[in-house]
């Protein structure tokens, strides 16, 4: 039998830098607010000739808008991100785009204030926060039965919080090299990549509480290795499962939704990994009074 939790230091040094990997990013690079969190304007256009990506984005600076970012949608339009336009400057970039690549029809166009901007910069906050309370309190309840079932929830909201750095960090990185911008996509994903994390987690917690009931061992370490190679095969199957699901949406709806995608391609597969590697281990660590061995080096690693 594969011996996961013999080797839980050094998945949980693997995890620890990837964490500091992604805390530096975001120190480093932050993230770039799209319209929704700074406000801006967000124009959809679509052209009677065939435009090329390139073709647009240098039209668009040209007309003085050099930081605007220009997305191609599945549907063959065009997604340009630009500052807040007055009408008079809207009505200008229109003709500036009209006689460099020709007619066009203007498919949509969203303006976001300051104000709205802020509370939803508000609002996003709150909903993470209060997702992360709420899982924590419903895996508490859900293995009240359990000895100390708050170390329970705890350790299942540490590996989710694993995850969402790692996001943020990747996220920080791509903002910083490539220009990408968080928007409510990016949120909605995170949350998404919340609730999955610790999904996975109570499954395998589930396991392991069953496991204790049957009595397989006495060793509290023998009984998580085993429930979490009883559940290896569903977490890879299910992480392969939403991996052709992710890559389907990418190539047919395109750009509008590349930041949902991105987020759950990165978060999905952190997710299995904290939830197989992070809060398990965590767990045996803690029921074993392991954490002197995180301030004591030199004694050697499983």
Excluded at 27 to 44: H, N
Excluded at 53 to 61: D, P, Q, T, Y
Excluded at 216 to 228: A, G, R
Aim: glycine share 10%; charged share 15%; with cysteine.
């Amino acid at each position: 039998m594969l011996d996961i939790i013999g080797k839980r230091f050094w998945f949980l040094i693997i995890s620890g830098a990837m964490v500091l990997v992604g805390i530096i990013a975001f120190s480093v690079f932050g993230l770039k607010a799209g319209i929704e969190f700074s406000s801006g304007s967000l124009l959809t256009v679509g052209f009677e000739r065939q435009v090329e990506l390139e073709e647009l984005k240098v039209a668009v600076a040209d007309l003085g808008y050099s930081n605007a970012i220009v997305q191609r949608t599945g549907a063959g339009d065009f997604l340009i991100r630009l500052p807040e336009l007055t009408d008079e400057a809207k009505a200008a970039l229109e003709a500036g785009l009209t006689d460099r690549l020709g007619a066009f029809e203007v498919k949509g166009f969203d303006l976001v204030s300051p104000m709205i901007a802020a509370e939803t910069t508000h609002n996003a906050a709150i909903a993470v926060i209060i997702a992360t309370i709420g899982m924590l309190l419903y895996i508490s309840w859900a293995f009240h039965r359990m000895p100390n079932p708050f170390r329970w929830g705890t350790c299942a909201i540490i590996s989710m919080v694993h995850d969402v750095i790692i996001v943020v960090g990747v996220f920080a990185i791509l903002g910083g090299t490539l220009g990408w911008q968080i928007d409510m996509m990016f949120i909605t994903g995170v949350l998404t990549v919340i609730g999955y994390s610790v999904n996975d987690t109570i499954v395998i917690f589930d396991r392991i509480r069953e496991n204790l009931r049957k009595g397989i061992s006495p060793d509290f370490e023998v009984v998580v290795n085993h429930s979490l190679v009883e559940t290896l095969t569903r977490s890879i199957i299910t992480g392969l499962g939403v991996l052709f699901v992710l890559v389907a949406l990418l190539l047919f709806v395109g750009a509008s939704i590349q930041t949902l995608v991105a987020v759950l391609l990165v978060g999905i597969y952190t997710g299995t990994y904290g939830s197989i590697f992070i809060a398990a281990s965590l767990l045996v660590v803690w029921e074993k009074g392991e954490w002197g061995r995180f301030l004591h080096p030199a004694q050697p690693l499983r």
